[in-house]
């Protein structure tokens, strides 16, 4: 490669030739400009990083107005120094422009946690959240450029909807925690950001609402999608668990339902009590059953449990007429209906599999039967004790 003092006139004047070439500057050893057949001009740097002794070059940039001569030589004596001083700003370069996307992040979070982790349904939210909101707001910017304002704007813009704003602000959470342990960026930026307050749903059937729902279940001619829900009424499952339940999970002998780890939320085995009327229901169930097929309720795919409920649900809760009532509020009914019978809040969030107490205090306000007595009680005392009763 040829030599020569650099000035901005030799670099004006210097004559396309057939092939690239570069002039390096006698006066900054490591500084050239690099002339391409266009024409086109570009300063470069290269130098020898001193720890692994790799050469490299740096593009500075394009002569012209905005980057002039005497810019682009000032540029090229702080990368040589930092060069000295054992930097090495071409490869950080590299590093960033080859740094991870958010649009990574999700498939690695995906693939090495989500998917391997998490239950389907959990999946199926994730990649709802990941694909209408992240990748489309997120997606294109590097996942350390990612800053606590850029979570906090995109939980705001779903501030009417707060159960999924807090959903997609704990999806985040969890991806840049990720990102943190992979060493993809120093810090977690939705980490501490406020969530909304949910208001939880407490919808739940009276005896009149239970009845009728009951009869409906028994006329019906979908016996199976019957009797799945009434499986979950009298133990409060997830729909999920029931329908996916098999024979070898039920000890009839000892009455008690196996929940495996891999069917419950909290991915842990759980040994639910069956009564009487569960147990029976089982029973009649299995009598007609074919023994070749391992599921309490099988799909219509061979090998398959029975998966959707959907047109049922709807058409059995327009019959039994339960306006803004989902399968799931027969879990709710089940707890509530235990409570107000007298039964302490620990008991019911044991049968349910709750793991915290806090969840099952939702239902504190129906367990009010005992402390109404004791009030009562003292009312009563005082009243025997009153001047009125004395005379």
């Not at 422009?97 to 239950?119: C, D, F, G, I, W």
């Not at 925690?177 to 009276?206: C, F, M, Q, T």
């Not at 007298?342 to 019911?348: A, C, F, M, Q």
Request: positive net charge; glycine residues 6%; charged residues 30%.
């Amino acid at each position: 490669m040829p030599k020569a003092k650099l000035t901005k006139t030799f670099v004006d004047r210097i004559a396309p030739a057939a092939a690239e070439i570069i002039y390096w500057d006698t006066a900054l050893p490591g500084f050239g400009v690099r002339v391409k057949p266009s024409g086109v001009r570009s300063y470069v740097c290269q130098y020898r990083n001193r720890e692994t002794g790799e050469s490299r070059r740096m593009t500075l940039g394009r002569h012209g107005p905005l980057l002039t001569f005497h810019q682009a030589k000032q540029e090229a004596r702080r990368v040589l120094g930092d060069a000295i001083g054992g930097g090495d700003l071409a490869k950080a370069r590299q590093e960033k422009r080859n740094a991870p996307t958010v649009s990574q992040l999700t498939v690695e979070y995906m693939e090495r946690h989500a998917l391997p982790k998490k239950r389907p349904r959990s999946v199926q939210n994730d990649r709802i959240l990941i694909d209408k909101y992240v990748r489309p707001r997120l997606g294109t910017k590097k996942v350390e450029s990612i800053g606590r304002r850029d979570i906090m704007l995109l939980h705001a813009s779903l501030k009417d909807r707060p159960y999924q704003a807090n959903r997609l602000l704990a999806l985040l959470s969890k991806m840049f925690a990720l990102a943190v342990d992979w060493g993809w960026r120093a810090d977690n930026p939705a980490k501490g950001i406020p969530r909304y307050v949910e208001h939880k749903r407490e919808r739940w059937l009276s005896d009149e609402e239970l009845a009728r729902l009951l009869r409906v279940l028994s006329e019906h001619p979908n016996r199976r999608a019957s009797d799945a829900i009434r499986m979950q009424l009298l133990t409060g499952a997830r729909i999920g668990e029931v329908l996916r339940a098999e024979w070898r999970d039920i000890d009839f002998a000892r009455g008690v339902w196996i929940k495996p780890s891999h069917h419950t939320k909290q991915k842990r085995t759980e040994h639910v009590p069956l009564s009487g009327q569960a147990l029976a229901l089982l029973q009649s169930i299995q009598d007609s059953a074919d023994p070749e097929v391992p599921f309490l309720f099988p799909g219509d795919v061979p090998g398959k449990p029975l998966t959707d409920l959907k047109k049922f649900w709807c058409s059995v809760r327009r019959e039994a007429d339960l306006e803004n009532y989902r399968m799931h509020d027969n879990r709710h009914t089940h707890a509530s209906h235990l409570v107000s019978s007298g039964l302490s809040l620990e008991i019911v969030g044991r049968l349910l599999g709750h793991t915290t107490t806090s969840t099952t205090k939702r239902y504190a306000h129906l367990a009010d039967g005992p402390l109404r007595a004791a009030t009562e009680h003292f009312a009563s005392k005082l009243d025997a004790l009153s001047p009125h009763q004395a005379e």
